[in-house]
């Protein structure tokens, strides 16, 4: 193969690679999720915090049934990063507030 066919070959290569890995990192779109499984008798709330751990600083208390959209397939270490949303049906449109809630206390909205 020539030098030419060579560039040509690995131009294409680099499109194909580069257009298969941008399909699939936008092809999870986040999951419904509603807060559940919370003490009644207790604090009744889940903690939204700024990372994956009880460390972390707590920015907002959710209650039962608080709609989330997450942001991965799958959470890390029992936690999952999520959106909190005003209702299961508001838009895609961002500046919701952001942060990890422990995956036990959210259960996935099936429709």
């Not at 999951?31 to 915090?49: A, F, I, K, Q, T």
Request: glycine share 10%; hydrophobic share 40%.
């Amino acid at each position: 193969m020539t030098g030419r066919a060579l560039h040509v070959l690995f131009i294409v290569a680099l499109f194909m690679f580069s257009s298969f890995t941008v399909s699939r990192a936008l092809a999870y779109s986040g999951e419904l999720y509603r807060v559940c499984g919370l003490n009644p008798y207790g604090d009744n709330y889940l903690s939204l915090r700024t990372c994956g751990s009880t460390r972390c600083r707590e920015i907002a208390r959710l209650g039962p049934g608080t709609p989330l959209r997450s942001f991965e397939p799958v959470g890390m270490h029992g936690w999952r990063e999520v959106e909190v949303l005003p209702s299961l049906d508001a838009p895609y449109v961002g500046g919701y507030q952001i942060g990890w809630v422990f995956e036990k206390y959210i259960c996935t909205v099936r429709y």
